[in-house]
């Protein structure tokens, strides 16, 4: 069984910068064979994948929304995966949850099977 866990989440200004982690803790878990995902959720609107990296070859990938001003990247001692959000908008603003599978399509698609309770990023002057 996998646990995420998400921190990092708060109340920002508009321009500014937010660093949200997702650490992935379980036994019989092998980190490298998964695929890490970033989703956000604002009220009424539906779920979006925001950012996406393989644990094994490191490639991302980004939504249009977020390309060039968000950074995934992962540090593999500590099972942790990094969103370095910069230029943050008023609609950014969501509950960014995590969320891990083997299969890069699926876990793009949203079809995952671990996730995390989601973390909430504000952003508001």
């Known amino acids: 069984q996998v646990q995420l866990m998400e921190t990092g989440g708060g109340l920002v200004q508009p321009g500014g910068s937010l660093r949200l982690s997702c650490v992935a803790s379980?036994?019989?878990?092998?980190?490298?064979?998964?695929?890490i995902g970033w989703f956000r959720q604002a009220p009424g609107k539906r779920r979006e994948g925001v950012s996406f990296?393989?644990?094994?070859?490191?490639?991302?990938f980004y939504a249009d929304s977020v390309k060039g001003r968000f950074t995934i990247s992962r540090d593999n001692a500590k099972n942790t995966v990094y969103l370095q959000m910069n230029s943050l908008k008023p609609e950014d603003t969501a509950v960014y949850s995590c969320?891990?599978?083997?299969?890069?399509?699926?876990?793009?698609?949203?079809?995952?099977?671990?996730w995390g309770p989601g973390t909430q990023v504000t952003v508001s002057s």
């Open positions: 990296i393989s644990i094994s070859d490191g490639s991302t």
């Open positions: 379980g036994s019989g878990f092998t980190w490298n064979n998964y695929n």
């Open positions: 969320a891990a599978d083997l299969i890069m399509d699926l876990l793009r698609r949203g079809e995952y099977d671990y």
